[in-house]
């Protein structure tokens, strides 16, 4: 399952390191909104959900720690990573009592920056329940009542989609991306199917997309 569902806010004041790491972040499949300052962070934060803050430390208006710690007194569980160019261990503490999950020090190799990302995901994501219905994001199966659904690589990728996305609209574009011969007919049919199976509305936003409304 590519990681397009996955939404990350990155906090980067340096403008080529932040070019960088948001275009390894899209080749890897991740959706990156960018942010330059501590304010700029928070103002996405009031009309995004994200699944992941990846955070410098030192920038500008609001620092990372601050933002972070702002973001949990308001009881924003979202798994936080700092990128930092500090080393000292009273920083690296501060950096964890302001509610962060993992650090990686500056310079670092993006490999494992990647797979470090992807780890903390899974441990903080390993399933999302919506109604009746349960995703388990580690075994890639979807129950129903506690009984297992079947359904196609296609079916599932689209419908995980819609369950990673709950109250916001999943463009048209997003659903292509994992449809072998994408069209509007065919996403239709798909998402008609998805409905039976399930017994949920599923909202066509004319033109846009599909949502599904959070419960």
Do not use: W
């Not at 973001?71 to 503490?93: E, H, Q, V, Y």
């Not at 609209?169 to 659903?175: E, I, N």
């Amino acid at each position: 399952m590519k990681n397009e569902s996955k939404k990350i806010l990155l906090l980067e004041d340096d403008e080529i390191l932040a070019q960088t790491l948001e275009q390894i972040l899209k080749s890897d499949g991740y959706d990156v909104a960018l942010a330059s300052d501590g304010e700029e962070a928070l103002d996405f934060t009031y009309d995004n959900k994200f699944d992941m803050y990846l955070l410098d430390i030192n920038v500008p208006l609001l620092n990372g720690m601050d933002f972070l710690k702002l973001s949990r007194d308001a009881g924003d569980k979202t798994p936080a990573f700092f990128i930092t160019a500090l080393r000292d261990i009273d920083s690296l503490s501060k950096a964890f009592d302001s509610g962060c999950d993992d650090y990686i020090k500056k310079p670092f190799d993006m490999d494992e920056l990647l797979i470090r990302i992807s780890s903390i995901l899974k441990k903080k994501n390993p399933s999302i329940e919506y109604k009746n219905i349960k995703f388990d994001l580690l075994a890639n199966r979807i129950y129903k009542d506690e009984k297992e659904i079947e359904l196609g690589v296609v079916e599932k990728a689209v419908f995980s989609l819609l369950l990673r996305n709950v109250s916001m609209v999943v463009h048209k574009s997003a659903f292509y991306d994992e449809m072998q011969k994408p069209s509007d007919s065919a996403l239709r049919v798909l998402i008609n199917k998805l409905r039976k199976i399930f017994n949920i509305e599923i909202k066509n936003i004319k033109g846009i997309g599909y949502k599904i409304e959070k419960i």
